[in-house]
């Protein structure tokens, strides 16, 4: 009976944890590919001023575009974004065991007249502290030797992890925790929850792709 409990809970999970670190990942490419184009064309034709940039036409401002998409998908790692999806799918059943059977039982943050702010706070605020460290540590570290192949990932991982820890304590609780505790509608908490993740699984990935 828990063990079919588990599988119900992880199910929805699963599919939004994959979903989450593939779509960081082509996110991450696409950002470290616009910024390496940007570097070539300064290097090439030299700071382009605001007056060259504001006199293009319409039209050769979307071939621009176009051109970028093209040779973005044409230099897009699919393997690596997969390999990406695959830790998102690894990670949920660890987290959502953490929150759905740990947190929730001994952290309720629902009384009889609904979600208090002060207990959604603290079970964000525990979350981000137990649970969520040995997360970003496998990540950056399965980042810098899997998709990166650096013989040195263990010690990138621990350079990296104490400013992304920093960054996260800045907003991560006090978001999920303003989320949980504001939006009533679940359809609309999910979506604003995946928002989030995607936005931080994002900036990981950047935190973890080599300059």
């Given at each position: 009976?828990?063990g079919?409990?588990?599988l ?20 991450s490419?696409a950002?470290?590919?616009a910024?390496?184009e ?6 090439s034709?030299?700071?382009t001023?605001?007056s ?5 036409r319409?039209?050769?401002?979307l071939?621009?575009?176009?051109g ?18 695959a ?6 059943s ?22 208090t ?7 964000s ?11 970003t540590f496998s ?14 990932a ?8 104490p ?5 996260a ?5 006090w ?20 928002s989030v ?15």
């Open positions: 009976m828990a079919r409990v588990l119900q809970a992880l199910l929805p999970r699963s599919t939004m944890a994959t979903a989450t670190f593939f779509t960081a990942d082509v996110a490419q950002i470290a590919h910024s390496s940007q570097s070539l064309s300064s290097l034709s030299g700071s001023s605001t060259s940039l504001t006199s293009l319409p039209l050769e401002s071939d621009s575009i176009s970028s998409l093209d040779s973005f998908t044409s230099e897009w790692d699919l393997s690596r974004s997969a390999k990406s999806a830790f998102g799918l690894s990670i949920v660890w987290y959502g065991f953490s929150t759905t059977f740990v947190l929730s039982k001994v952290l309720p943050a629902c009384s009889k007249k609904g979600i702010l002060s207990m959604a706070l603290l079970q605020s525990a979350q981000q502290a137990l649970f969520a460290p040995p997360l990540f950056l570290y399965s980042s810098a030797a899997v998709l990166h192949g650096d013989e040195t263990f010690e990138t991982a621990k350079e990296q992890l400013g992304v820890g920093a960054t304590w800045s907003f991560l609780p978001v999920n925790g303003l989320v949980n505790w504001g939006i009533r509608s679940p359809g609309l908490k999910k979506a604003a929850l995946a993740s995607t936005g931080w699984a994002t900036y990981l990935a950047v935190v973890a792709t080599p300059s």
